[in-house]
């Protein structure tokens, strides 16, 4: 009876060191096509960072447009409607540039869990 229970241990532990094994036996398979989506991913997200900043600058610079408008706002209606146009143009920029970051964040939330995933299943310890 004692050899029986040694033995289903035995077997049990195999079948959980071999369910351990397959997994990443399968995804290393798969670390090449993850590593070349990692450096695509990597390039995507570095040309949308240099939109973001390009846009960032456009956004500045609107911001003081209309605050130079502003400035003037008071000396007649079509200051004030100058005014008006630029903030909406500042408005609609910032608005724009919100949304770029959003999704830079976005992509580089995917791209850390890509990296986060590719290191578990296919990165090797060096001592």
């Known amino acids: 009876m004692i050899k029986l229970v040694s033995h289903f241990r035995f077997a049990a532990l ?3 060191i071999a369910a351990l094994a397959a997994p990443s036996a399968l995804a ?3 670390c090449s096509q993850m590593a070349r989506t990692i450096k695509s991913g990597q390039a995507s997200a570095k040309a949308m960072a240099a939109d973001r900043d ?4 456009e956004v500045e610079a609107a911001g003081d ?3 130079d408008q502003e400035a003037l706002r008071n000396f007649s209606a079509s200051h004030a ?4 146009a630029a903030r909406a143009e500042y408005e609609a920029l910032k608005a724009e540039l919100v949304s ?3 999704d830079l964040q976005a992509r580089l939330s995917r791209l850390n869990r890509d990296a ?6 296919c990165a090797t310890r060096r001592r």
């Open 14 to 16: 195999g079948i959980v």
């Open 28 to 30: 290393a398979s798969d």
């Open 54 to 57: 390009e846009l960032l600058l």
């Open 65 to 67: 447009a209309w605050e």
């Open 81 to 84: 409607a100058e005014a008006d």
């Open 100 to 102: 770029l970051e959003d």
């Open 116 to 121: 986060a995933n590719y290191n578990r299943t």
